[in-house]
């Protein structure tokens, strides 16, 4: 371009670089040949106006804060070099990424999170600069919502078990991740906070049953939280509590008797099946006591709960007492069951109780006159020490089902030439003897429990019979309908359900 183009006082010098003027004014220009280009005094410096511009220097930070997954940035601030021309923009490079702009700093979008090499030019109507000296900047964003997610629930809980995968951290350590349940699928339930950065499970346990729900995930770092997942939704069954005990086994009680073992006893849950299922509760009697020469005492008869979808829930009548029945190597045995009567007479086994259900009967004493006590559902029955005391029955347990404790399904106390053995708690009857003179006594009606064994020679009487049994459903809706008049009561928001002889319940 040819000098005469820029403005001056007297056409433009040349010269130089040492024979720059000393006082110039304010818009004067040089031709300076050492250089090889035109520059203009600016009140201050002389500047190049007809050269490439000058190699900047850069500072490259990570955007971080807010910026979503897959669109991490880097901030580019420019700084002018001075040997070279005035810059008229400047372009901000990492990898294959390119940005560029009329002013500093640039924004540059690079994508996910990972490590880059920045570097900058500057440029004008002349040319570009050289580039810069890079440098390695790491790009982190908020992280990537967490993948796969799913929901499932069991037969036996209300709790909703939700998994997921995690996702990429965004490039910074995770400090949360937060489930939220949607109940329906769109109104959101209180969030909650998986155990550790690290989980890929989460046990929600504040749903209701019946309640369907929708989960979303997020995870959250210093620049802020993921996108939610995808959903997953499941529903919540309406769970049945039951419990089923079988009727008590009767007491020993021909020469010397040994306690009658309890019913059989189960607790636990079921998942309801669909609107109108029939489910149908079978209640066991308890055994007869032994009452003469070779009328043996008898078992407990069998509860059970049975419905369309459901196995079977059944439970073993108690085995009777052991008593004199005849000849054989059984005789005096006690008789095995839900749990196990004891033993009769002298060094006789008790009977053997059903694992899950009770357990085993009391041994009779190593000589003479003293039976074992019935096995209960959680104790076996206790074998006598020496002739002056009956085994005492083994004790039953606890269920709050109907919204208080009660024991259910103790043995029954083994019977003694003198004291009877204790009943075990949870109905099982008394152990009979002659000193004092007593017959065994009843397991108690709907608990299960074992009858007493006695001794009938001279005057003990009887063995006692067993307790009969039953079955109890809790729910948290009231049966459509029912037979066999269950009692009816409420507890905690339960709609509960005694049955004391067979029937059915519609729910």
Same mark, same amino acid.
């Given at each position: ?50 050269? %490439? ?22 901030? *580019? ?17 990492? @990898? ?8 500093? %700093? ?5 994508? !996910? ?67 939220? %349940?949607?109940? !329906? ?55 049945? =509590? ?35 299922? *029939? ?23 069998? @509860?059970?709960?049975? +419905? @369309? ?70 104790? *076996? ?5 020496? !002739? ?6 083994? =004790? ?9 404790? *009660?024991?259910?399904?103790?043995? +029954? ?20 003897? !002659? ?14 429990? +074992? ?10 009487? %009887? ?45």
């Amino acid at each position: 371009m040819p000098f005469q183009q820029y403005p001056s006082k007297a056409g433009v010098p040349s010269g130089t670089t040492a024979q720059r003027p000393s006082n110039p004014e304010t818009g004067d220009t040089f031709y300076d040949g050492t250089l090889g280009f035109l520059l203009i005094w600016d009140g201050s410096k002389w500047l190049p106006c007809s050269a %490439p511009a000058a190699q900047p220097s850069i500072s490259a930070t990570d955007v971080g804060t807010s910026r979503a997954y897959g669109s991490g940035a880097i901030t *580019v601030a420019f700084t002018e070099g001075t040997s070279g021309g005035k810059a008229a923009g400047f372009t901000a490079t990492a @990898s294959s990424y390119t940005q560029t702009s009329t002013s500093s %700093p640039i924004t540059l979008v690079v994508g !996910n999170n990972a490590t880059y090499s920045v570097s900058g030019t500057a440029y004008n109507g002349f040319g570009t600069s050289p580039s810069s000296s890079s440098q390695n900047v790491d790009v982190t964003t908020v992280p990537q919502a967490p993948q796969s997610v799913s929901a499932s629930t069991s037969s036996t809980t209300s709790a909703i078990t939700v998994s997921w995968t995690l996702g990429n951290s965004g490039g910074k350590n995770l400090s949360a991740i937060t489930i939220t %349940p949607y109940l !329906n699928g769109t109104t959101a339930q209180t969030s909650v906070t998986a155990a550790t950065t690290s989980s890929t499970s989460y046990d929600w346990t504040a749903g209701t049953q019946g309640s369907s729900y929708t989960f979303k995930i997020k995870q959250t770092n210093a620049n802020g939280d993921s996108l939610e997942s995808t959903t997953a939704s499941v529903t919540i069954p309406i769970l049945v =509590d039951y419990l089923v005990v079988a009727g008590g086994g009767g007491g020993g009680g021909i020469t010397v008797g040994g306690g009658g073992g309890a019913g059989g006893m189960k607790t636990g849950v079921f998942a309801k099946g669909s609107t109108g299922t *029939v489910y149908t509760a079978t209640v066991g009697g308890g055994g007869t006591g032994s009452t003469q020469t070779n009328n043996r005492a008898t078992d407990g008869g069998t @509860s059970s709960i049975s +419905g @369309s979808g459901l196995t079977t829930i059944s439970c073993t009548g108690g085995g009777g007492g052991g008593d004199y029945s005849g000849s054989g190597s059984n005789q005096y045995t006690g008789r095995n069951g839900g749990s196990g009567g004891g033993g009769g007479d002298s060094n006789r086994a008790g009977g053997t109780g059903i694992s899950g259900e009770g357990n085993n009967g009391g041994n009779s004493s190593t000589t003479q006159w003293c039976g074992g006590g019935g096995g209960g559902k959680g104790a *076996v029955g206790q074998s006598p020490t020496g !002739n002056a005391k009956g085994g005492n029955g083994g =004790d039953g347990q606890a269920s709050s089902i109907t919204g208080s404790s *009660v024991t259910y399904a103790g043995g +029954g106390g083994g019977c003694s030439d003198n004291a009877g053995g204790d009943a075990g708690a949870g109905g099982g009857g008394l152990g009979g003897g !002659n000193s004092p003179s007593r017959a065994g006594g009843a397991g108690t009606a709907n608990r299960g429990g +074992g009858g007493g064994g006695s001794r009938d020679n001279p005057s003990g009487g %009887p063995g006692g019979a067993g307790g009969s049994g039953i079955v109890i459903l809790s729910l948290n809706s009231a049966a459509a309908s029912t037979t066999g008049s269950p009692t009816y009561t409420t507890s905690g928001g339960r709609h509960i359900y005694q049955f004391t002889g067979n029937g059915t319940l519609t729910i």
